[in-house]
């Protein structure tokens, strides 16, 4: 056992120091084409790390700054997977970014500033204290606006420094409220415990990057390199959710679930409206879909229902999140021909993964919220009637199958079959354990 423990903590610690021994072997090579080869080579090693890592059951609890549960390991894979899926989507939508780039010194930092900030956000969802939790999310919403920076530009500068200074804003916001709940005696002050909860979970919730953060967010992406864009859409979500999730660690948390689906319902409608914009893709927009989903799953984190349902929807953000940012990127026939495909993964159409995550979400709203369950149910059947009504779907669409097309029927098939059947009965293993340990009832 001695034994298992200890290659279970080098796991652990390479899933970390993995992505910076690349960036010190992507600084040591020369040329661009040298550094992508580079770069398909860490990002494959660490989700082969993150997935033995995973596979390691132990049974140490090494600090605040690293926890050994199951919802950890597999955030770290998630996190993995998506920085792979996106360096293979570059390989088809923009091969010339990757390997051919007329300045150099902008290529080799911006591949140096992928594997930093997923070694952040892998650290990020390891921490089990809200203080440091926090502090990650700001050192990522920081290298984020970096990304912006490189990208050169005025409006680049003004997008990244605008969500840097939101999120800044929402997590002082978040630390108030959790240093309010840590000093207030709970059963002198009920309400003023209430009060603290509400504060604590608005500003985590509102900078997971939903309404009214969610423009703000959208042109971060828009106007980071491309190369950064794919990873950036979901990289700063997973750890935010993932601290959300962790709220329930706190005793005295107490949030008002009406306020926070009053949130969800606002972003759905705004998700809805701005769907029918043109100018921004559906696809890229569906992004915020996704995150409204899991937050809405991690509010019923105290039971295994939403710690499932948000790591179901978790795992759907990482594979298309990047696969929306690189179509909407590429205006091209091809293309085109596959986005009702994606759009019907993205609205929970397939037989299993997020179809199943919102079954789960909607029957248990239905139990415990009946009216707040029809009407997200209506906004659901609205966005559906839309996405039909615009006469873009078809279920056998005639057209080649390129690369491309093969690509995205994987990342299809990957999504909504093999991974929740590879992993359904750990993430069941992950929903008791977080709920026992945390004091829920299962």
């Given at each position: 056992?001695?034994?298992?423990?200890?290659?279970?903590?080098?796991?652990?610690?390479?899933?970390?120091?993995?992505?910076?021994?690349?960036?010190i072997?992507?600084f040591a090579?020369?040329?661009a084409?040298?550094?992508?080869r580079?770069?398909?080579?860490?990002s494959?090693?660490?989700?082969?790390?993150?997935?033995?890592?995973?596979?390691?059951a132990?049974?140490?609890?090494l600090?605040?700054?690293?926890?050994?549960?199951?919802?950890?390991?597999?955030?770290?894979?998630i996190?993995a997977?998506?920085?792979?899926?996106?360096t293979?989507?570059?390989?088809?939508?923009s091969p010339?970014?990757?390997?051919?780039?007329k300045?150099?010194?902008?290529?080799?930092?911006?591949?140096?500033?992928?594997?930093?900030?997923?070694?952040?956000?892998?650290?990020a969802?390891?921490?089990?204290?809200l203080?440091?939790?926090?502090l990650?999310?700001?050192?990522l919403?920081?290298?984020?606006?970096?990304?912006?920076?490189?990208?050169?530009?005025?409006?680049?500068?003004?997008?990244?420094?605008?969500?840097?200074?939101?999120?800044l804003?929402?997590?002082?916001?978040?630390l108030i409220?959790?240093?309010?709940?840590?000093?207030?005696?709970?059963?002198n002050?009920?309400?003023?415990?209430?009060?603290?909860?509400?504060?604590?979970?608005?500003?985590?919730?509102l900078a997971a990057?939903?309404?009214?953060?969610?423009?703000?967010?959208?042109?971060l992406?828009?106007e980071?390199?491309?190369?950064l864009?794919g990873?950036?859409?979901?990289?700063l979500?997973?750890?935010?959710?993932?601290?959300?999730l962790?709220l329930?660690?706190?005793?005295?948390?107490?949030?008002?679930?009406?306020?926070?689906?009053?949130?969800?319902?606002?972003?759905l409608?705004?998700?809805?409206?701005?769907?029918?914009n043109?100018?921004?893709?559906?696809?890229?927009?569906?992004?915020?879909?996704l995150?409204t989903?899991?937050?809405?799953?991690?509010i019923?984190?105290?039971?295994?229902?939403g710690?499932?349902?948000?790591?179901?929807?978790m795992?759907?953000?990482v594979?298309f999140?990047?696969?929306?940012y690189?179509?909407s990127?590429?205006?091209?026939?091809?293309?085109?021909?596959?986005?009702?495909?994606?759009m019907?993964?993205?609205?929970?159409?397939?037989?299993?993964g997020?179809?199943?995550?919102?079954?789960?979400?909607?029957?248990?709203?239905?139990?415990?919220?009946?009216?707040?369950?029809?009407?997200?149910l209506?906004?659901?059947?609205i966005?559906?009637?839309?996405?039909?009504?615009?006469?873009?779907?078809?279920f056998?669409?005639?057209?080649?199958?390129?690369?491309?097309a093969?690509v995205i029927?994987?990342?299809?098939?990957?999504?909504?079959?093999?991974?929740?059947?590879?992993t359904?009965?750990?993430?069941?293993?992950?929903?008791?354990?977080?709920?026992?340990?945390?004091?829920?009832?299962?």
């Open positions: 056992m001695q034994t298992s423990n200890d290659l279970a903590k080098i796991l652990y610690w390479a899933c970390v120091i993995w992505p910076f021994v690349g960036v072997g992507i090579c020369e040329g084409a040298a550094r992508a580079c770069h398909f080579i860490v494959g090693i660490l989700v082969i790390l993150t997935g033995l890592s995973a596979c390691m132990d049974n140490f609890f600090s605040v700054v690293w926890s050994s549960d199951g919802l950890t390991r597999f955030l770290r894979l996190i997977v998506g920085a792979g899926v996106s293979l989507l570059l390989t088809f939508w010339r970014s990757l390997f051919f780039d300045s150099e010194k902008r290529h080799l930092w911006t591949l140096l500033l992928f594997h930093i900030i997923t070694a952040t956000a892998i650290l969802v390891g921490v089990n204290n203080f440091i939790a926090l990650f999310i700001v050192v919403a920081a290298l984020l606006m970096m990304g912006c920076i490189l990208n050169q530009g005025g409006s680049s500068l003004k997008a990244g420094w605008a969500v840097f200074r939101y999120i804003l929402l997590i002082i916001m978040a409220g959790a240093f309010l709940l840590a000093a207030v005696p709970v059963d002050a009920p309400f003023l415990a209430q009060l603290s909860s509400v504060v604590l979970s608005l500003g985590v919730v990057g939903l309404f009214p953060m969610s423009i703000s967010f959208l042109r992406n828009v980071m390199p491309i190369t864009g990873i950036g859409s979901f990289i979500s997973i750890p935010v959710i993932a601290t959300l962790r329930h660690q706190i005793p005295s948390y107490d949030p008002s679930e009406p306020l926070l689906m009053a949130l969800v319902i606002i972003s409608c705004f998700i809805l409206l701005n769907e029918q043109r100018e921004r893709s559906s696809l890229y927009l569906s992004a915020n879909l995150i989903l899991a937050i809405c799953g991690g019923f984190a105290n039971h295994p229902e710690v499932y349902i948000s790591c179901l929807f795992m759907a953000l594979i999140a990047p696969l929306g690189m179509v990127k590429k205006e091209t026939n091809n293309l085109s021909s596959f986005e009702s495909w994606i019907l993964g993205l609205s929970g159409f397939p037989p299993i997020i179809f199943w995550a919102c079954s789960l979400l909607m029957s248990y709203l239905m139990i415990w919220m009946p009216w707040v369950g029809i009407g997200v209506c906004l659901l059947l966005r559906g009637y839309v996405l039909f009504q615009r006469g873009g779907v078809f056998f669409p005639k057209f080649p199958l390129t690369k491309e093969k029927i994987g990342l299809l098939i990957l999504q909504t079959v093999l991974l929740p059947i590879f359904s009965k750990w993430l069941h293993m992950i929903a008791i354990e977080f709920v026992k340990l945390h004091g829920g009832s299962p």
